[in-house]
């Protein structure tokens, strides 16, 4: 479970730092359905698109500690699973998003409870070779 551990982790941070920069670099383009949004929500997008890259250099940097520290695996997929509450407040007061919005939502919704499953096992692990 280590090993899935690392693996999701890396993958989570290296999918947010491209996520984040492609918003940093095309703003409203890179968001589905969000073409025709202002400058305000421009601003906004790429703003955000940095603070998300910031987010998955967090977890890249998590995944790279030895044993990976399961408190920073718990915020960070509390983190994410925020990003879900918010997406789903969004759905109750303005209707349904994009598609691809709601396929982002359910990831959002499903990964969080398997990190914080996940969270100790490279501890354990580590403990358990410190034992040997």
Known sequence: MARTLKWLALT?????????LAHVALGNAAVPGGGGADATLDSLNRFLGAIFA?????????????????????????????GAAGRLISLAV???????QV?????????????????????KAHAARLRA
Do not use: K
Request: proline share 8%.
């Open 54 to 82: 910031g987010y998955g250099l967090a977890w890249l940097w998590a995944a790279r500690q030895s044993p990976i520290p399961a408190s920073t695996v718990r915020l960070l997929a509390a983190v994410f699973l925020l």
């Open 103 to 123: 396929v982002l939502t359910v990831i959002e919704l499903v990964m969080p409870p398997l990190y914080f499953w996940l969270a100790d096992a490279d501890e």
């Open 94 to 100: 303005h209707g349904w998003p994009h598609w691809f």
């Open 12 to 20: 989570m941070g290296v999918a947010c730092v491209a996520i984040g």
